[in-house]
């Protein structure tokens, strides 16, 4: 009798490879389906009337009533304020004009632009949009003359959603050697999930953006472990160079960006939750509520990264092995064991960062390439291979790139980030944060 046939290092990786894509575009193709049940149903049109009272306090003017008519002029819905100012309507996909009934406002409230009255959206595959009717005259802002202050906010913002991503690309690279160019797809994968449970739903059940975003931390660190234990773990028991993964890496960025795009279409999308804000203003500057809360989370899950690496056993093994593999090994510390750890976290830590990036940008099929620059911009200035560097060198480049639009053009102020880093690397070659190392 012939002995059974052992699957050799390939197959092995192949076929979970395969697993990987099939996970992928299951999660994606039911959240597609959820949108092509959302167009059969229609669209929703919403938002919220609110005006100020004699304290200065926003409060709802209820009873005033909307109305959306199509391109060929014809009322298709209409409905009326609640009592907090709030309303909504559900029509089908496509162009319509939403009309705000000035005879139904109160006497003595009027518009504030009346010349965008109605204002036009356009749903398609089954998307949500949101109307602004802002009434009476706009609050005096004291930030006219704190602009730096407001940059300076507004880049600290940034570099806590980039430092969330970065953290984990930071770590792959000690642990492994690895620069992983599709880390940038962790993040779009992230927030595109978070778009189809909080938008179009699975199954036609729409999560809120909290339960939501738990899923897809979860989705996505599952599928980081299952992607470093299908492609990278053979690789590296079969001696691949670094330059070879590398290679590899930038394969799967490019491939994993087009399936996104075959499945999530090219359209940018907000989530559903959490986008009709008024800005608070708190003197020095302005902050919508949202935006204050992403940055509480962002500083409470980095000190928890930071505090499980300095206080706990697995992330004091992390740390070895980032500093040095071969004696962590030695020393009875389980490398292989703590790559999977560290490639689960990095990714769903890259998925959490997707999901906030989604809530102040757009979201599309190109968000984590765009980000992915300023990654590696954030790592390489604080020293790669190291957390803190990470969190560090990605608050800088966020700070650096929102205050050099004093200076140059909007447009540019990424190039003025890599321009920085270019710099700061003549300098100082290893970083803020990173060691030199001796060479030869």
Same mark, same amino acid.
């Given at each position: 009798?012939?002995?059974?046939?052992?699957?050799?290092?390939?197959?092995?990786?192949?076929?979970?490879?395969?697993?990987?894509?099939?996970?992928?575009?299951?999660?994606?193709?039911?959240?597609?389906?959820?949108?092509?049940?959302?167009?059969?149903?229609?669209?929703?049109?919403?938002?919220?009337?609110?005006?100020?009272?004699?304290?200065?306090?926003?409060?709802?003017?209820?009873?005033?009533?909307?109305?959306?008519?199509?391109?060929?002029?014809?009322?298709?819905?209409?409905?009326?304020?609640?009592?907090?100012?709030?309303?909504?309507?559900?029509?089908?996909?496509?162009?319509?004009?939403i009309l705000l009934d000035v005879d139904t406002l109160p006497d003595g409230v009027s518009l504030r632009n009346p010349d965008k009255n109605p204002a036009s959206v356009t749903l398609i595959d089954g998307s949500s949009k949101s109307a602004l009717f802002p009434l009476g005259e706009a609050a005096a802002s004291?930030?006219?003359?704190?602009?730096?202050?407001?940059?300076?906010?507004?880049?600290?913002?940034?570099?806590?959603?980039?430092?969330?991503?970065?953290?984990?690309?930071?770590?792959?690279?000690?642990?492994?050697?690895?620069?992983?160019?599709?880390?940038?797809?962790?993040?779009?994968?992230?927030?595109?999930?978070?778009?189809?449970?909080?938008?179009?739903?699975?199954?036609?059940?729409?999560?809120?953006?909290?339960?939501?975003?738990?899923?897809?931390?979860?989705?996505?660190?599952?599928?980081?472990?299952?992607?470093?234990?299908?492609?990278?773990?053979?690789?590296?028991?079969?001696?691949?160079?670094?330059?070879?993964?590398?290679?590899?890496?930038?394969?799967?960025?490019?491939?994993?960006?087009?399936?996104?795009?075959?499945?999530?279409?090219?359209?940018?999308?907000?989530?559903?939750?959490?986008?009709?804000?008024?800005?608070?203003?708190?003197?020095?500057?302005?902050?919508?509520?949202?935006?204050?809360?992403?940055?509480?989370?962002?500083?409470?899950?980095?000190?928890?990264?930071?505090?499980?690496?300095?206080?706990?056993?697995?992330?004091?093994?992390?740390?070895?092995?980032?500093?040095?593999?071969?004696?962590?090994?030695?020393?009875?510390?389980?490398?292989?064991?703590? $790559?999977? *750890?560290?490639?689960?976290? !990095?990714?769903? /830590?890259? &998925? +959490? =960062?997707?999901?906030?990036?989604? #809530?102040?940008? @757009?979201?599309?099929?190109?968000?984590?390439?765009? $980000?992915? *620059?300023?990654?590696?911009? !954030?790592?390489? /200035?604080? &020293? +790669? =291979?190291?957390?803190?560097?990470? #969190?560090?060198? @990605?608050?800088?480049?966020?700070?650096?790139?929102?205050?050099?639009?004093?200076?140059?053009?909007?447009?540019?102020?990424?190039?003025?980030?890599?321009?920085?880093?270019?710099?700061?690397?003549?300098?100082?070659?290893?970083?803020?944060?990173?060691?030199?190392?001796?060479?030869?």
């Amino acid at each position: 009798m012939g002995g059974v046939r052992q699957m050799t290092t390939f197959e092995r990786a192949w076929r979970g490879l395969v697993a990987i894509f099939a996970i992928s575009l299951v999660f994606l193709g039911l959240g597609s389906g959820g949108s092509v049940a959302a167009q059969e149903g229609g669209g929703e049109v919403s938002g919220s009337l609110l005006q100020r009272n004699e304290e200065g306090e926003r409060v709802g003017v209820a009873g005033v009533t909307f109305r959306a008519f199509d391109e060929s002029g014809a009322e298709v819905s209409s409905t009326t304020t609640a009592e907090d100012g709030s309303w909504s309507m559900t029509v089908p996909e496509g162009t319509y004009d939403i009309l705000l009934d000035v005879d139904t406002l109160p006497d003595g409230v009027s518009l504030r632009n009346p010349d965008k009255n109605p204002a036009s959206v356009t749903l398609i595959d089954g998307s949500s949009k949101s109307a602004l009717f802002p009434l009476g005259e706009a609050a005096a802002s004291s930030v006219g003359g704190n602009t730096v202050i407001q940059l300076i906010v507004d880049g600290l913002k940034l570099g806590l959603i980039i430092a969330m991503c970065a953290i984990g690309l930071s770590l792959i690279y000690g642990t492994t050697g690895l620069t992983n160019f599709a880390h940038g797809e962790a993040v779009t994968f992230g927030a595109v999930m978070a778009y189809l449970l909080n938008n179009a739903g699975v199954f036609g059940v729409r999560l809120h953006l909290i339960p939501a975003t738990i899923i897809v931390v979860a989705i996505c660190g599952g599928v980081g472990g299952l992607f470093n234990r299908a492609v990278w773990r053979p690789m590296r028991r079969r001696g691949a160079s670094l330059v070879a993964a590398l290679v590899v890496s930038i394969g799967f960025s490019i491939f994993f960006r087009y399936v996104i795009l075959f499945i999530f279409s090219g359209r940018a999308k907000r989530l559903r939750d959490y986008q009709i804000q008024e800005q608070w203003d708190l003197g020095l500057f302005r902050l919508a509520p949202k935006d204050l809360v992403l940055m509480i989370i962002s500083v409470a899950v980095l000190v928890g990264v930071a505090s499980a690496l300095q206080l706990t056993r697995m992330g004091k093994a992390m740390r070895a092995v980032s500093d040095n593999r071969d004696l962590a090994e030695s020393t009875g510390i389980d490398v292989e064991r703590v $790559i999977s *750890l560290v490639w689960i976290f !990095g990714s769903a /830590l890259a &998925g +959490l =960062g997707g999901v906030l990036f989604g #809530l102040t940008e @757009s979201i599309n099929w190109e968000m984590g390439f765009r $980000i992915l *620059l300023l990654m590696f911009a !954030g790592v390489t /200035l604080g &020293g +790669l =291979g190291t957390a803190y560097g990470a #969190l560090f060198g @990605s608050i800088i480049v966020g700070l650096f790139i929102q205050l050099s639009t004093l200076v140059i053009p909007t447009d540019m102020k990424n190039v003025g980030a890599l321009l920085m880093l270019i710099v700061i690397l003549l300098i100082r070659p290893q970083g803020l944060f990173g060691r030199r190392e001796r060479i030869g």
